[in-house]
C-alpha cells in the first residue's frame, strides 16, 4: 500500500520501497495523467544522492515513457527546488523527486509536484493513492531506458543555471559583493553545494565546504541541520572565523545555520530574523504564515507591524496554500523549511541561504547582531522538541486518549484554549503553547513547547510524557 504523509511517500528500501511499488505509483500518476488530458505535456523527474535515487528515477521514466508521456530527466542529483522551479516555469502539471528528505538513510521515497511547482495537495495525494490502488501490476509495462531516450522519450536536460539565474536575479548581488562575507558550507553529503557554491562565489563570497562528498549514509547521522548534526559545522566557524555557516537537508529544501559566535540559529529565530529583515529593510508588506509547531514570535513582529500572522497544519503544502491565499511575504516551518514571495511556492533551502547572506550584507551587521536586536525588541523565547518511537499498540493508545477522548494532564499554567487542527496544541493565557502530534514523514510522535524560558517549557513538554507514558 502507497501512503503519503506530509512530506511525500517514505519507505523504507527494501521493504516498501522497491522497483515493483515505484512502478506502481508511476502507472497510477500516469493513469491520473491520462484522466486530466495533461499527459501530452510531458513530467520531470530528478533525484538526490540516497541509495538506488537515480536507479528509481530510471525505473519510473520506463513506466511513463511505456505510457506514451514523454519524461523530462534531470540525469544529475540536484535539490528538490529546482525541480519545483522547473515545473513552475514551463508550466508543467506535474514532476517528481526521488528523495526521503531529511529522514535516516534507509529509507527513500518520491515528492510530487503540481501546477505551479507546489506540493501535492490533500486531495491530488488521496487521488494518486487511489489510481495506485487499481492498477493491476500484470498490467504494468516498461519501456528499457535507453530504448526510451532513443526515440525522444527520454529527454535529458540540465536546468540548474535557469534555477540559479531566478535565485540571483531576486537578491541583491552588488551589496554582497562588496561585503566580502565569509561563509562555510556544510551540504551534509545532500545535493546543494554545487548551487550555493555557484552563487556565493559568483557574489565574491569566500566559500569553504565540508561534507560535500557523496556518501549515501550521510556520515552515519541524520541528514537534517539541527543542534545536534551541526557540531562540526560549529567547530569550523569559530575556528576559522567565518562570518556564518549554512547547512541543508539531504534534498536542500531546508536549511540549519550557525552564527559568527559559533550559535546554533534555531529555524525559528531564522524565520523571525528574515521575515523582521523583508519588511523593515527591504519595505515589503504583507502578513506570515507558520505551521501549528512554529514559533510564535512570528505573530508577535507581523502585529507590531500592522500585519497578520496565519497558523496552518504541519505540511508544507498548507503554507504554500495559505501564501497564495492571503499574499504573505514569508512562509516556514520549525524544521528549517521556508520560501519567500514571488519565488517557488515550496521550500527552498537554496534561496533561504542566499537571502541570509543578502541581509547581513544589506543590513551591515554581524548574525549574532541582529539576533540580539530581535530579542531586545521583542524579548525571548525557549522552544523544546522530543521525539518518541512507540508499538502499533502504543500509538493506538495513545491516540485514543489524545485526538479521541481529548485527555491532557494537569499544566502548570492557565490554559487559553486547545486546537485539534493537527495533534493537541494547548495554548496558554499570556504566554506559551506546547503541541502534540504524530510525524507525518516518520513512525514519531512529536512534542513542541515554547516558553519564555527553558525550565518551564522543560516541565511543560515532561508533563505530556509522564502522562501519556512515553520514556
Known amino acids: 500500500m502507497i501512503n503519503f504523509g506530509t512530506g511525500g511517500w517514505r519507505a523504507v528500501i527494501g521493504d516498501e520501497f522497491t522497483r515493483q511499488n515505484i512502478q506502481r505509483l508511476s502507472k497510477g500518476l500516469a493513469e491520473k495523467m491520462k484522466q486530466e488530458n495533461v499527459d501530452r505535456e510531458g513530467i520531470v523527474m530528478g533525484y538526490d544522492r540516497r541509495f538506488l535515487s537515480k536507479e528509481a528515477m530510471h525505473w519510473a521514466a520506463e513506466i511513463f515513457a511505456a505510457e506514451g508521456i514523454r519524461v523530462f530527466i534531470i540525469n544529475h542529483s540536484e535539490p528538490t527546488p529546482l525541480v519545483m522551479y522547473y515545473v513552475m516555469k514551463h508550466k508543467l502539471h506535474y514532476g517528481m523527486m526521488v528523495t526521503a528528505s531529511h529522514n535516516p538513510a534507509i529509507y527513500n521515497g518520491i515528492k510530487v509536484f503540481t501546477y505551479g511547482g507546489r506540493d501535492a495537495d490533500e486531495l491530488q495525494t488521496k487521488e494518486i493513492e487511489h489510481y495506485t490502488s487499481q492498477v493491476d501490476d500484470e498490467e504494468i509495462v516498461a519501456m528499457d531506458y535507453q530504448i526510451g531516450v532513443e526515440n525522444g522519450m527520454i529527454i535529458d536536460i540540465r536546468p540548474r543555471n535557469e ?3 531566478s535565485i540571483i536575479n531576486a537578491v541583491d548581488m552588488q551589496v554582497i559583493r562588496e561585503r566580502g562575507l565569509k561563509v562555510v558550507l556544510d551540504p551534509m553529503y545532500g545535493v546543494s553545494e554545487t548551487s550555493l557554491k555557484t552563487i556565493l562565489l559568483t557574489a565574491r563570497c569566500e566559500v569553504e565546504t565540508i561534507h560535500e562528498r557523496h556518501d549515501t549514509l550521510f556520515g552515519g547521522k541524520l541528514p537534517t541541520p539541527n543542534i545536534e548534526t551541526l557540531k562540526p559545522l560549529q567547530h569550523y566557524v569559530t575556528d576559522k572565523r567565518f562570518d556564518l555557516g549554512i547547512a541543508t537537508d539531504g534534498d536542500a529544501d531546508r536549511i540549519g545555520v550557525i552564527d559568527d559566535l559559533g550559535r546554533f540559529l534555531h529555524p525559528n529565530d531564522l524565520l523571525v530574523l528574515l521575515y523582521y529583515y523583508l519588511v523593515k ?5 504583507g502578513p506570515v504564515v507558520r505551521n501549528i509547531a512554529t514559533t510564535h514570535r512570528l505573530d508577535q513582529i507581523a502585529e507590531s507591524f500592522g500585519e497578520t500572522c496565519y497558523e496552518v497544519p504541519v505540511g508544507f503544502k498548507y503554507i504554500s496554500s495559505k501564501m497564495l491565499e492571503t499574499n504573505a511575504i514569508l512562509g516556514g516551518e520549525s524544521s528549517g523549511g521556508l520560501t519567500v514571495r514571488g519565488h517557488i511556492s515550496g521550500k527552498d533551502g537554496i534561496y533561504a541561504s542566499v537571502l541570509l547572506v543578502e541581509m547581513l550584507a544589506v543590513t551591515g551587521k554581524k548574525l549574532s547582531d541582529l539576533m540580539d536586536q530581535i530579542d531586545a525588541e521583542f524579548g525571548t523565547m525557549h522552544m523544546e522538541e522530543w521525539d518518541y518511537t512507540f508499538t502499533p ?3 493506538g493508545e495513545i491516540y485514543h486518549r489524545l485526538l479521541v477522548n481529548k485527555e491532557i494532564p494537569p499544566l502548570p499554567l492557565e490554559i487559553e484554549r486547545i486546537s485539534y487542527l493537527d495533534g493537541c496544541k494547548v495554548y496558554f493565557k499570556n504566554s506559551g503553547w506546547v503541541i502534540a502530534r504524530f510525524s507525518g514523514t ?18 511543560v513538554g515532561r508533563a505530556f510524557e509522564d502522562y501519556l507514558g512515553l520514556k
Open 163 to 165: 534555477y540559479l539565474d
Open 281 to 285: 529593510y527591504r519595505g515589503w508588506s
Open 393 to 395: 499498540e502504543k500509538k
Open 442 to 459: 516518520e513512525p514519531l510522535l512529536r512534542i513542541f513547547c515554547e516558553m519564555p524560558d527553558r525550565e518551564k517549557a522543560e516541565q
